[in-house]
């Protein structure tokens, strides 16, 4: 059966199922604590989301950003996001690559949900480097991603010649996708985000971890 490597053609394709995956009974305490820390940390914040998908976390940073740019290269998904009930007013959705952020919205903040993991280990400081470009010395970075847990996390599939695990997913049509998903351990996060931001801080959940930082 062939396999599917298109990481953006996947997320289209899910758009409409993809928030089945917040409704895992043992997920639901990490989640509240989750949604607590997202609307605390970017109170009147002026917030860049970066991959926002179907809109899940944008209604968090609605609730107590002062502004907010959710961005996702993916029209499918952000289709979806559109539906939502935000506050008049506080949230503009724009089709954007996150490796090709133009400047815009002046913003101070930015918020990456589940994003970080897709993201290639080679190709990570390149990011890096054009995220910081974009919001400039002493912006807020706070990213969200999962914990690998046996039976819960879809398995391991491969491992590349850079490090980067592989999943393969199954979606509803009965087609498979092979998704780049790495679980980074602490120290890892620490020295691969240490060389672009400072005052780095890690939550680790049971099935997330929350890292906040600011750009040095």
Not at 195 to 201: F, V
Request: aromatic residues 10%.
């Amino acid at each position: 059966m062939t396999v599917h490597t298109d990481l953006q053609g996947y997320y289209a394709q899910r758009a409409a199922s993809y928030e089945e995956v917040y409704a895992k009974p043992e997920r639901q305490a990490d989640l509240a604590r989750l949604h607590q820390r997202v609307r605390e940390l970017f109170a009147g914040q002026r917030v860049l989301e970066i991959a926002c998908g179907t809109g899940y976390w944008t209604a968090d940073l609605a609730a107590t950003a002062a502004q907010v740019l959710a961005t996702d290269i993916n029209p499918a998904v952000l289709d979806v996001a559109r539906t939502r009930k935000l506050p008049a007013g506080k949230v503009t959705f724009a089709l954007a690559d996150a490796f090709d952020l133009q400047p815009g919205v002046d913003v101070n903040a930015c918020f990456a949900g589940f994003w970080w993991s897709h993201v290639g280990r080679e190709v990570q400081d390149g990011f890096l480097d054009r995220l910081q470009a974009r919001l400039g010395k002493n912006a807020q970075v706070v990213m969200i991603d999962n914990v690998y847990v046996e039976g819960s996390s879809t398995p391991i599939a491969r491992t590349d010649a850079h490090g980067n695990t592989y999943q393969i997913r199954r979606l509803p049509d009965d087609t498979r996708h092979e998704v780049l998903k790495n679980f980074p351990t602490d120290s890892t996060l620490r020295k691969r985000l240490g060389g672009h931001l400072k005052d780095i801080r890690i939550e680790r959940l049971d099935h997330y971890w929350l890292l906040s930082a600011r750009f040095k």
